[in-house]
């Protein structure tokens, strides 16, 4: 049985919300949806934020604003899976260390609202709400083009290009546990471990990767990613694999990951 699962009746639950987008991001033919979820916008309803909270999504990056400072992290998402996770932070947010955000670990998916989008967890429960209303006052430390709206750019509605279905030829199974790289000497370390707790590491030999993952009965693949080191070695580029696909089945027991249009990334084997 799959694990990081969304059930087939909370994916329908989310593709149904997620057919609409608000009007500040036009979603044209084999877009997703995903793409309206960029903007600037302010957080209510999140456990333990203040109410002058605000985040800004970009294409595969968000910035979470406090009145402490900028905290960063990746996320990804389809149709019907939305991943996020923290990687950075600045201001007096960074005191003590990256700080943990439990309520982005735990987004799975999103829905469209009247007035902005509101983002739930593998239940359907709502986590948080976004709307457009305000920005946050610039910091010494970060650029001051992160307390304004992304631009949308021809880039950025190709990165959302919807995934194409899963090869007949590939199946969908199980991916927890360690995998490591096919084909690869197992001494360069190059590859990785899905947790059954949603977190991932991973190695291309020299440089490691983390970060959140889930998939679903459908074989889509999200993961996010932070900052990683850019030593040249004789491994491969797992991390990058993961950060990068958006599909992932199995050719009996060697599993492939794939990206939005089924071209191979790379194939792993259990280690």
Known sequence: ????????????????????????????????SAI????????????????????????????????????SGSWRATEGLMIASVFSASGSCASDGIPSVHWIDEITGYQATNGGWQLVDA?????????IDGAPEPID???????????????????????VALPASLAVGALEGQ??????????????EFAADGTWTGSDGCN?????????????FLATSGASTLMACDGAFVPSWVSTALLAGFDGDVLVLLDS?????GRLVRA
């Open 261 to 265: 249009g089924g071209a191979e990334l």
């Open 36 to 71: 309206g979820l960029v903007n600037l916008w302010r957080v209510t309803g999140a456990e333990g934020e203040a109410a002058d909270t605000w985040l800004r999504i970009d294409m595969s990056e968000f910035q979470l604003w406090r009145e402490c400072g900028m905290i």
């Open 179 to 192: 995998w490591a790289a096919e084909g690869v000497d197992t001494s360069t370390g190059a590859g990785v």
């Open 123 to 131: 239940t359907g429960s709502p986590i948080a709400s976004l709307t």
């Open 1 to 32: 049985m799959l694990r990081r699962l969304v059930t087939p009746i909370i994916t329908a639950v989310l593709l149904a919300g997620c057919s609409s987008a608000p009007p500040a991001t036009e979603v044209g033919p084999g877009t997703s």
């Open 208 to 220: 490691g990767g983390s970060g959140r993952w889930t998939t679903d009965l459908a074989g889509s």
């Open 141 to 163: 430390t970060a650029a001051e083009f992160y307390a304004e709206p992304p631009e949308v750019t021809d880039e950025t509605r190709q990165f959302f290009d919807e995934a």
